[in-house]
């Protein structure tokens, strides 16, 4: 490693209006290392690494690129210094090709003919030395996510990337995937780049860092080797006490079907069929995971299930209740008043309205209940008595019932969601990705809860495209993949076996058209 550091970071300091988000942060990233970078939710990651790409501006400090410092006024000289930005949501236009994506804005020429020559000729180089292989002739929105975060890869170094910042990027990937991006990012350290990694998985830091940065409420607060660290060290710095990182729970002790599900199948608003044929059954006190990688079908089945999205077919049994999910008029208000609740997949665009009050979010949905009914008005007072007994019991912060909603974090967003859903007694629970965008105290606190409700008798179905909270949490996993259930395993699943489900490798040990589920 160069003893001169690709990137200097002195003093800088960034606010929004009354919000410190970057407090006299100092940062040195050494030359041909890979970087973690690691915190809570709202500790300040996004910002400094927006600052070093040039989508802010700090207010004050220095920045220090190969030992010269620099003013990085948008991304253009972000590119031109040597740093590029492989975002966690992929900047790619689905409709072009490898090499359109690769070369967009970097256009070499007049006409586009002796660009893309010398263009194809610099991928064949690049896939050659990083091991980085994909079609340039493949059409992006055709391309696995796997590889379509290749092409973002490949499209920075295509413009001299010497410093790689690399933002969540295994949110999409299956863990067979996520292994090969590591070995890819190993190779790129070892001929000379350097990588920054933002991650919120301890796991991922433990794996594949040099060294790791922790930042909490906007500060730096340690800088380690990752070979003389640990994940509960690491933990407990981010949060400042000590966290419990594994979830402890008994064997479940299942007792009837409460959930029933036979020949699900959903259309999307494109006419593809996106959920295919899904059957499967939930006992209560016990929690079924659905694993899967975020877009095979996970969250059109949750939302048919919740009543949110029409059914082509399909039945649904609560209970001794069956509804027919094709036929009869169901919406949420109809599933809620049968015992189910639904903490959907995301918050801000169907669990919440971030405009209103703690206390009118901790009633929406429920809200014309007879307990909160004072003639033709709502009872404010009864409601904004039990927000506060919401607040207490769930450690919401700040404990305010009359701040907007959209002012709390995002894992105290997702209490709030959590304890309207919970504290109505369901006895069926939908999770969709509980601790998404959520800080690793509230996941703390957040599996606990779910493990309490599953020991109290609740069914509980769980959709997750972490495999870790998956396989910490479910008593029984269910492989989702292109719509259709793949295969199903017990508790402590095998991690390989379930990735290789996840991308499509069929169970063979699955008879053709069982329930899953059937076993007593």
Not at 365 to 380: M, Q, T, V
């Amino acid at each position: 490693m160069s003893e001169t550091p690709a990137i200097e970071l002195r003093g800088v300091n960034k606010s929004f209006g009354p919000v410190h988000a970057n407090r006299n942060i100092d940062l040195l990233v050494g030359k041909g290392s890979i970087h973690g970078i690691i915190g809570e939710n709202g500790a300040g990651k996004s910002t400094l690494m927006s600052i070093l790409y040039g989508f802010y501006q700090a207010d004050s400090g220095s920045i220090h690129v190969d030992g010269r410092e620099v003013r990085i006024a948008d991304s253009r000289q972000a590119i031109d210094l040597g740093i590029g930005m492989v975002h966690q949501h992929f900047m790619l236009v689905d409709p072009f090709t490898v090499l359109e994506n690769v070369i967009l804005g970097a256009e070499d020429g007049a006409t586009l003919s002796g660009g893309t020559r010398k263009a194809r000729q610099e991928l064949r180089r690049l896939e050659q030395e990083y091991g980085l292989k994909v079609d340039p002739d493949a059409v992006v929105g055709d391309l696995p996510v796997g590889l379509q975060q290749r092409v973002e890869i490949l499209k920075a170094l295509y413009r001299g990337a010497e410093i790689l910042i690399l933002d969540e990027p295994t949110g999409v990937l299956t863990p067979a995937e996520a292994d090969h991006l590591f070995k890819i990012l190993e190779v790129l350290r070892d001929q000379g780049k350097t990588v920054l990694l933002i991650t919120h998985k301890l796991r991922e830091i433990m794996a594949i860092t040099d060294t790791v940065s922790v930042m909490r409420r906007g500060e730096m607060v340690a800088t380690l080797k990752t070979a003389e660290t640990s994940m509960e060290e690491l933990a407990e710095q981010m949060v400042g006490r000590s966290v419990l990182l594994h979830v402890e729970k008994t064997p479940a002790d299942p007792m009837g079907t409460i959930l029933e599900v036979e020949d699900l199948n959903v259309t999307d608003a494109r006419g593809v069929r996106v959920v295919k044929d899904i059957s499967f059954k939930v006992k209560a006190g016990e929690i079924v995971g659905i694993a899967g990688v975020s877009g095979n079908g996970q969250s059109e089945l949750l939302e048919a299930l919740a009543g949110i999205r029409k059914a082509d077919s399909g039945r649904l049994s609560i209970r001794s209740e069956t509804l027919d999910l094709a036929t009869m008029d169901i919406d949420p208000a109809l599933m809620r008043e049968k015992g189910m609740g639904h903490v959907p997949e995301d918050r801000h665009r169907m669990g919440l309205i971030n405009s209103f009050a703690e206390y009118e979010n901790a009633v929406l949905g429920y809200h014309r209940s007879e307990k909160y009914a004072k003639g033709l008005l709502l009872d404010i007072a009864a409601i904004k008595q039990e927000a506060r007994e919401a607040i207490e019991k769930y450690d919401i912060r700040p404990p305010s019932t009359d701040l907007r909603t959209a002012n709390f974090s995002g894992g105290n967003q997702q209490k709030i969601v959590l304890a309207r859903e919970i504290e109505r007694d369901p006895d069926v629970l939908l999770v969709g990705q509980p601790t998404r965008g959520v800080d690793i105290g509230a996941i703390e606190f957040i599996h606990k809860r779910l493990i309490e409700l599953r020991d109290e008798g609740k069914a509980i179905l769980l959709v997750s495209v972490e495999l870790d909270e998956i396989r910490s949490l479910a008593d029984r996993i269910l492989v989702m993949f292109d719509g259709a259930i793949v295969g199903e395993r017990e508790a402590g699943a095998d991690e390989t076996e379930l990735g290789l489900l996840m991308a499509g490798v069929q169970d063979q040990g699955a008879a053709s058209g069982a329930v899953a589920g059937e076993k007593a």
